[in-house]
């Protein structure tokens, strides 16, 4: 899943794809890189960032969709608001990319009302205070289990678990020990939704075990993907899609699906 967010202010892009032109053409090179779904963002969730109001995310995010909507690689929508995955999906988005997991009132029913798939991620607080001092006894059953009763809910709601992708949230409300440990323990989570999905590329717990700034963490972001496939993420969420594509090439080549 190749990343393009249509923001002024993401960490590991803002304001490079902030303007249509810029993230269609963007969203057009990771397909070419060999990106097997896009997600479309217009709202950054980075620890500490502010909720962006509708409207501006609604014409962030629409034009590009809509131009997209032809491309030829399935296209998600990464956002919260109920009433833009109506219109998403509308425009020609065939995925609602949910880092509150539909709890939105209303979010189910606008997943269920269509055919769409859905990804549910785990998120401890919300983005303004998620990494004030997050605790847990447990991460990877606490994770799980949270995991477990949004699939339950999507399910009641008439959302099949064919269609449901779930999130552990690497970054949301997670210290590097939390990070590490529910990478580690990534196998936990087989069967609790119908596919697996990491989202590890570029993020601060990258930079905290190497030391280096945003912009130089393609490898530990490979080395992460990587990781996360081995432990059996079906789908990794990344910015660096041709580097990710060609490791990922190689280690499917020796290791098979195993
Ligand atoms: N991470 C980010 C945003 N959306 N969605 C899922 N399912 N999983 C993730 O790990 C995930 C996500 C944060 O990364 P990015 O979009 O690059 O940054 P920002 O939130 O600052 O736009």
């Given at each position: 899943?190749?990343?393009v967010?249509?923001?002024?202010?993401?960490?590991?892009?803002?304001?490079?794809?902030?303007?249509?032109?810029?993230?269609?053409?963007?969203?057009?090179?990771?397909?070419?890189?060999?990106?097997?779904?896009?997600?479309?963002?217009?709202?950054?969730?980075?620890?500490?960032?502010?909720?962006?109001?509708?409207?501006?995310?609604?014409?962030?995010?629409?034009?590009?969709?809509?131009?997209?909507?032809?491309?030829?690689?399935?296209?998600?929508?990464?956002?919260?608001?109920?009433?833009l995955?109506?219109?998403?999906?509308?425009?020609?988005?065939?995925?609602?990319?949910?880092?509150?997991?539909?709890?939105?009132?209303?979010?189910?029913?606008?997943?269920?009302?269509?055919?769409?798939?859905?990804?549910?991620?785990?998120?401890?607080?919300?983005?303004?205070?998620?990494?004030?001092?997050?605790?847990y006894?447990?991460?990877?059953?606490?994770?799980?289990?949270?995991?477990?009763?949004r699939?339950?809910?999507?399910?009641?709601?008439?959302?099949?678990?064919?269609?449901?992708?779930?999130?552990?949230?690497?970054?949301?409300?997670?210290?590097?020990?939390?990070?590490?440990?529910?990478?580690?323990?990534?196998?936990?989570?087989?069967?609790?939704?119908?596919?697996?999905?990491?989202?590890?590329?570029?993020?601060?717990?990258?930079?905290?075990?190497?030391?280096?700034?945003?912009?130089?963490?393609?490898?530990?972001?490979?080395?992460?993907?990587?990781?996360?496939?081995?432990?059996?993420?079906?789908?990794?969420?990344?910015?660096?899609?041709?580097?990710?594509?060609d490791?990922?090439?190689?280690?499917?080549?020796?290791?098979?699906?195993?």
């Amino acid at each position: 899943m190749g990343v393009v967010n249509v923001t002024p202010d993401s960490f590991s892009d803002g304001g490079l794809f902030a303007g249509p032109a810029q993230a269609i053409a963007q969203a057009r090179r990771l397909i070419d890189e060999g990106a097997d779904i896009l997600d479309i963002g217009g709202e950054s969730t980075r620890p500490g960032s502010a909720p962006v109001p509708f409207a501006e995310e609604r014409r962030r995010v629409l034009p590009v969709i809509e131009n997209l909507s032809a491309c030829g690689v399935p296209v998600a929508v990464d956002t919260r608001k109920p009433q833009l995955m109506r219109e998403a999906l509308a425009a020609g988005a065939s995925m609602i990319n949910d880092i509150n997991a539909l709890g939105a009132a209303g979010a189910l029913e606008a997943v269920a009302a269509s055919d769409a798939a859905v990804c549910l991620m785990h998120l401890r607080g919300d983005p303004r205070t998620m990494q004030d001092a997050p605790t847990y006894d447990d991460v990877v059953r606490e994770v799980r289990d949270y995991l477990r009763g949004r699939v339950a809910a999507a399910e009641a709601a008439g959302i099949a678990r064919g269609r449901i992708v779930v999130d552990p949230g690497f970054g949301f409300g997670k210290t590097l020990e939390h990070n590490l440990a529910l990478l580690r323990g990534l196998h936990a989570f087989a069967g609790v939704g119908g596919a697996l999905l990491a989202g590890l590329s570029r993020k601060s717990m990258l930079g905290r075990l190497t030391g280096r700034e945003v912009g130089e963490r393609v490898y530990a972001g490979v080395a992460a993907a990587l990781a996360a496939v081995k432990n059996g993420a079906h789908i990794v969420r990344v910015h660096d899609v041709a580097a990710t594509r060609d490791a990922l090439t190689v280690w499917q080549a020796v290791m098979g699906d195993g």
